[in-house]
Nanobody
Framework: QVQLVESGGGLVQAGGSLRLSCAAS????????MGWFRQAPGKEREFVAG????????GYADSVKGRFTISRDNAKNTVYLQMNSLKPEDTAIYYC???????????????????WGQGTQVTVSS
């Protein structure tokens, strides 16, 4: 069983920055690809960023490429999402998710992830 707890969300003006953290429990974190997803009101959940088990490869949605950076610290069982140049359209609940151990790389599909956090609200004002 894996528990994921996100933090770092909040209210920020357009152009500002936030850093989300996702703390994971359990000994298998370092072998799991991880992802960040988001869901805005009235919209489907969408992929934001993903990272391989060792941080060697990352991927981003086109809408955040160049503004967001995903990273991880396996010694701290934590994955991060640095969000810069925030826009009002980035407003959503942000979720981190974990794939099964040794499952290869991250996925753009939410159904590929086995565990989810409770989410953290990010609101960007114009």
């Amino acid at each position: 069983q894996v528990q994921l707890v996100e933090s770092g969300g909040g209210l920020v003006q357009a152009g500002g920055s936030l850093r989300l953290s996702c703390a994971a429990s359990g000994p298998t974190f370092s072998s799991r690809p991880m992802g960040w997803f988001r869901q805005a009101p009235g919209k489907e959940r969408e992929f934001v960023a993903g990272i391989t088990w060792n941080g060697g490869s990352t991927g981003y949605a086109d809408s955040v490429k160049g503004r967001f950076t995903i990273s991880r610290d396996n010694a701290k069982n934590t994955v991060y999402l640095q969000m810069n140049s925030l826009k009002p359209e980035d407003t959503a609940i942000y979720y981190c998710a974990a794939r099964p151990p040794n499952s290869g790389t991250y996925s753009y599909q939410d159904r590929a992830y086995a565990y989810w956090g409770q989410g953290t609200q990010v609101t960007v004002s114009s």
